[in-house]
């Protein structure tokens, strides 16, 4: 059965409706309204941009930049990988048939369907429908995301076993590096695709692959893991909070780990926004963006004396250490359900030189 475009997508959250997309034909974008259940019910996904208590009944944001935002709106956009996933996700839609002119954002999110990072979830679901958790083999990973990566993915005549285990589980983290998203079994150390619910035993975790660069000759180490993990460390014993990460060493390779912070332990899903769609700012704008936003929306979030602390000590840390990469997409909001809005637990800290 040939693929069929997608028009409309509806926006889940926390198993009840949440809105639709559609694509406004006039301006090219794509506007987003709210189900009358879920405006009423006070709870605020996006309580900067998209409230549901003021005059707007629809959410068109013509401004944005459709680079960064693909003309969602931020809200919905923020759900989506970023160069890497892309990729993946462009080969699979390749391997139903379509070109990567042919392939929109309503596409993607439809791909996307329940495996986003964070609680929205997309209908209807154009993705992998994977039911049962299988192990990984991580040399194999590293072979495709080379691939992946080279971007020989959506010359090959259909997709291997091992690119097809890739698309599964390495297209819903964001970043540009290579990513898999995972459960892991501390006990045995078995990796499973963390796209499914976690057998007992099994925790979800998001795996950063090494060796997988273009310039890296046959999948050598380019120890890009292990210095996150040292920035990791150096970062605890300043006091910042972030979640458990450590290294999975195979092959020479050392696979940089961090415990996800949108699920919790019985497998809820925890609703995240980063500050490039909380308040329109592009973290592409290199330079354009300073710490005074990022405590700005954390006072209007009131969040309190201590996610001030913490933002400071983020700011001072990624200063002393020549972390430049701390854009708004490195900053994140977090809402459980039920719940009230907090500061996310600090990610993505290394070593990075200033961009020009």
Request: aromatic share 10%; net charge negative.
């Amino acid at each position: 059965m040939p693929y069929q475009p997608v028009d409309v997508i509806e926006v889940r959250c926390w198993g009840s409706r949440v809105g639709a997309v559609a694509l406004d034909e006039r301006s090219g974008f794509y506007v987003f309204e709210y189900e009358r259940a879920w405006a009423n019910s006070g709870v605020e996904l996006a309580p900067m941009t998209m409230p549901t208590t003021g005059p707007a009944q629809f959410f068109l944001f013509p401004t944005l930049s459709p680079n960064t935002y693909h003309r969602l709106p931020s809200m919905v956009a923020d759900s989506l990988p970023d160069d890497f996933g892309n990729a993946l996700t462009t080969a699979y839609l390749a391997n139903e048939g379509l070109t990567a002119g042919q392939i929109t954002a309503l596409d993607r999110l439809a791909y996307l369907g329940t495996r986003g990072i964070g609680a929205l979830e997309f209908r209807p679901l154009r993705g992998p429908r994977t039911r049962k958790a299988t192990a990984i083999e991580l040399s194999e990973l590293v072979v495709a995301a080379r691939i992946a990566l080279s971007e020989r993915i959506a010359s090959k005549d259909g997709l291997t076993d091992a690119i097809s285990h890739l698309i599964a589980v390495g297209t819903s983290a964001g970043g540009a590096r290579a990513k898999a998203v995972v459960a892991l079994n501390s006990e045995t150390g078995e990796l499973r695709s963390g796209q499914v619910p976690a057998d007992p035993g099994f925790e979800q975790w998001i795996l950063k692959l090494d060796g997988v660069g273009a310039d890296l000759d046959l999948g050598a180490s380019g120890h890009f893991g292990r210095i996150e993990y040292g920035y990791y460390l150096m970062a605890t014993v300043a006091g910042i909070e972030m979640m458990e990460c450590r290294l999975l060493e195979e092959g020479g390779r050392a696979h940089f780990m961090t415990r996800r912070f949108d699920r919790v332990p019985g497998g809820e899903k925890v609703h995240v926004q980063t500050l490039c769609a909380m308040a329109h700012l592009d973290f592409r704008q290199i330079g354009a963006h300073d710490y005074a936003q990022l405590f700005l929306h954390i006072e209007q979030l009131r969040l309190g004396p201590e996610a001030r602390a913490e933002a400071f000590r983020r700011m001072v840390f990624n200063v002393a250490v020549a972390n430049c990469d701390d854009h708004t997409k490195n900053f994140s909001f977090l809402l459980p359900q039920g719940g009230r809005w907090r500061l996310s637990p600090a990610y993505d800290i290394t070593y990075a030189g200033l961009r020009i």
